[in-house]
């Protein structure tokens, strides 16, 4: 029972108790007397649906175990629904029913959002209640809120960075240990970053889920998965690595949405990026995310943190959950707004510099051979390295900057040239 005087109970339906599930029931539990004083709400958790009701699993007191998520979501003991439990279905009907029967819902689910964004936040401000989604984006930081608030003014020019932990601990082990791909990935699933299948991480869909959202939010547009951009870290070796650090870079893997001002497009993309070592993103190592936002009037702003992991996500959760239940007492909510369809630029039509690396036979005339295509695709070279590789040369050249059709038409060139023997991969430099 509330101790507190004027103390608004408001009863949780928690769908998922996995390892971010059991990390939020927990926090409310250890917090709630700090949140009651601070607030003036007692949260309590009501009802948990786990899907394996065979598996042992502890729950605070008066918590109701349940299995049919349908259940929790229709419930007059359940004021607000945390959904927890991930993927689209029936994660979206059941947010959708909630939304519905006007009951706030606060999600982590980053797959979802970023297919059917769009749809869910028209349901709840059709229903006038709270869809709060701050875990779905770098785990533990806070970074939609920021963007939905202390920057709603903001002219936002871009926000890029590191949104994926498992492939910036393999870039990390590959740059400072000189790892192959494969050693840091095996090590990465041996530390439980990397799951089993690693593709949705080191294919970059992860980020490009998570770049989606933050573009739409960032700019008021709707921005879905699969409008982005994406290209993973399977092709980069560890000599790219060490080449683009004696040209001054860090190759990191960035979720980037830029608003280009020549077209007034944006321009949103997942790739492995040249990041000036300079730049605060190239110090951000291991499994941590860290985003930088560019707005006219602010300036830079950089967000670090946990970008996984069952407590770091589990905060941001009970931060909205904190959020929505406030407004319920109060009868209000955030809007979130209008959104616009994104005017998105091909990636063939962005410029920014480039680093190529190329294995060619190391014999006269090769050189000229090469650069010879660079120039009749008017792609103007900034520096340039040669290593021997046995009787073969490894050839890098950074560029001015360039079109990125033109530059795809000098890969498809140097692929048919007999003196090229392998084209490496192609490394976007990010402005810092
Ligand atoms: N697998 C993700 C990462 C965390 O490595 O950052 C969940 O989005």
Known sequence: ???????????????????????????????????????????????VCIRDTKKKHTLPKGAVLVSDPYAVVQSSEVDLVVELMGGIDPASELIFAALNANKPVVTANKALLARHGAELFSAADAASTDLLFEAAVCGGIPLIRPLRESLRGEPITRVMGIVNGTTNFILTKMSELGADYQVALAEAQQLGFAEADPTADVQGHDAAAKIAIIASIAFGTTVRADDVYCEGITKITAADIAIAHKF????????????????????????????????????????????VVDGRASGSLMFYGRGAGGEPTASAVLGDVIDAAINLRKGTHAPLGAFTEAKLLPISEINCEYMIGLEVADKPGVLHAVTGVFARNSVSIRAAEQDGIGSDARLVFLTHDAKESAVQSCLTEFKSLDVVKHVGALLRVVAG
């Open 1 to 47: 029972m509330p101790s507190h005087p004027s103390a608004h109970v408001v009863r949780l339906g928690v769908l998922g108790h996995g390892v971010v599930g059991s990390a939020f029931v927990a926090l409310v539990s250890q917090q709630s007397d700090d949140i009651l004083a601070r607030s003036g709400v007692r949260l309590e958790v009501a009802q």
């Open 248 to 291: 001054g870079f860090a190759v990191k893997l960035l979720g980037v949405a830029e608003l280009i001002s020549k077209s007034s497009k944006l321009s949103v993309r997942v790739h492995p990026a040249l990041v000036p070592l300079t730049n605060p993103l190239a110090a951000v190592r291991e499994s941590f995310n860290a985003v």
